[in-house]
């Protein structure tokens, strides 16, 4: 109860305060022309720390970010429809240690806008939302064993409902009655172990498999999104998405929060810095604790619930538009 309330609070807040002045896209001269715009954004950020007699000691270290944003917006009278691509991925070099990944992310977003005139700001909307990653995740130190892989896990968002914008290019708000979530664990020891919320592996008592893990999850439930972009000051963009789901089936009200925020400080047209902060919750990723078994002289995984997972960012690169 306590957690609605509070979604309910920061979903008031932003709509209050949000009032987007201009669009990212130029509105057509001629609304009974089709326009087509397409923006494609390639980033890179380098972090590089070095030490040659340093007194005060420190580790040599090196980091690299490159990122895709791919934007194709279409729009004829009262009808869009947006699509983009997200492509990011980072490493980490310390010294004496082996590269290790900093971020991972492959996501397509789609979404289609119908509304009956051009004085309501009130659309029917449907939207497709895929998420995966490139690489395989590690519980670093350990890189003996996998704790996520390229689908598994994939989620798969599909639904439709009501969307609200103004400028909907700069701020929307979107409810969904019926949205379907699926989550693809295409891996079978992650199936098997139950990762992601998929049903697990069954065994005898003897340790034989029975059953296989499920690969693939299916929910129905509800889903509210919020995006806003503004330019707080000159050359200082914000960007601020949020997503709340909540399944009818499988203990409705036990919300999934993703929140990611994201500051944009750009030195000229080829040079900026990026502070963000990505929040998420989710009741199907449980934490796993490796523990050695006393018995059998094995490595095992002890699940230990689900716990909120927090990622910060920041750095300095590169960004070229074309």
């Given at each position: 109860?306590?957690?609605s309330f509070?979604?309910?609070?920061?979903l008031l807040?932003?709509?209050?305060?949000a009032?987007?002045?201009?669009l990212?896209?130029?509105?057509a001269?001629?609304p009974?022309?089709?326009v087509?715009t397409n923006?494609?954004?390639a980033g890179l950020?380098?972090n590089e720390?070095?030490f040659?007699?340093?007194?005060?000691g420190g580790s040599?270290s090196?980091?690299?970010?490159?990122g895709?944003?791919?934007v194709?917006?279409?729009?004829y009278r009262n009808?869009?429809?947006?699509?983009?691509l997200?492509a990011?991925?980072?490493?980490?070099?310390?010294e004496?240690q082996e590269?290790?990944?900093?971020d991972?992310?492959?996501e397509?977003?789609?979404s289609?806008g119908?509304?009956k005139?051009?004085?309501?700001n009130?659309?029917?909307s449907a939207r497709f939302?895929?998420?995966t990653?490139?690489?395989?995740g590690?519980?670093y130190?350990n890189?003996s064993?996998e704790?996520?892989?390229?689908?598994?896990?994939?989620?798969?968002?599909?639904g439709?409902g009501?969307e609200y914008?103004k400028?909907i290019d700069?701020?929307?708000m979107?409810?969904?009655p019926?949205?379907?979530?699926?989550t693809?664990?295409?891996?079978?020891?992650l199936?098997?172990?139950?990762?992601?919320g998929v049903l697990?592996?069954?065994?005898?008592?003897?340790?034989?498999l029975?059953?296989?893990?499920?690969r693939?999850?299916k929910?129905?439930?509800?889903?509210?999104?919020?995006?806003y972009?503004?330019?707080?000051?000159?050359?200082?963009a914000?960007r601020n998405l949020?997503?709340?789901?909540t399944d009818y089936i499988?203990?409705?009200?036990?919300v999934?929060i993703?929140?990611?925020?994201?500051?944009?400080?750009r030195?000229?047209?080829f040079?900026?810095a990026?502070?963000?902060s990505?929040?998420?919750?989710d009741?199907d990723v449980k934490?796993?604790?490796?523990v050695?078994?006393?018995?059998?002289?094995?490595t095992?995984?002890?699940?230990?619930?689900?716990?909120?997972?927090?990622?910060?960012?920041?750095g300095v690169?590169v960004v070229y538009?074309?």
């Open positions: 109860m306590h957690r509070f979604i309910i609070f920061i807040v932003q709509l209050v305060s009032q987007p002045d201009s990212y896209f130029k509105p001269t001629n009974n022309i089709p087509w923006t494609n954004t950020d380098i720390v070095a040659v007699n340093w007194n005060s040599n090196i980091s690299a970010l490159i895709l944003n791919s194709l917006r279409y729009e009808f869009i429809w947006d699509s983009n997200l990011r991925y980072g490493l980490n070099k310390q004496e590269f290790r990944k900093t991972d992310l492959l397509i977003r789609s289609l119908f509304r005139n051009k004085r309501t009130w659309y029917y939302n895929f998420k990653q490139f690489a395989n590690y519980n130190p890189t064993n704790i996520s892989k390229f689908m598994a896990p994939g989620y798969l968002f599909l439709g009501v914008g400028n700069k701020f929307s979107y409810f969904s019926l949205t379907l979530k699926t693809f664990v295409f891996d079978e020891a199936s098997d172990a139950g990762s992601f697990p592996a069954e065994y005898d008592a003897d340790g034989n029975i059953r296989s893990g499920e693939v999850r929910e129905l439930g509800v889903l509210l999104t919020s995006a972009e503004t330019e707080l000051f000159e050359n200082v914000i949020m997503s709340f789901y499988n203990d409705f009200g036990n999934d993703d929140w990611e925020i994201v500051f944009d400080f030195v000229n047209n040079v900026r990026t502070l963000g990505h929040l998420r919750y009741n934490v796993q604790e490796e050695v078994n006393t018995e059998t002289d094995e095992e995984f002890v699940g230990l619930g689900a716990r909120v997972q927090w990622k910060q960012l920041l690169g538009e074309f």
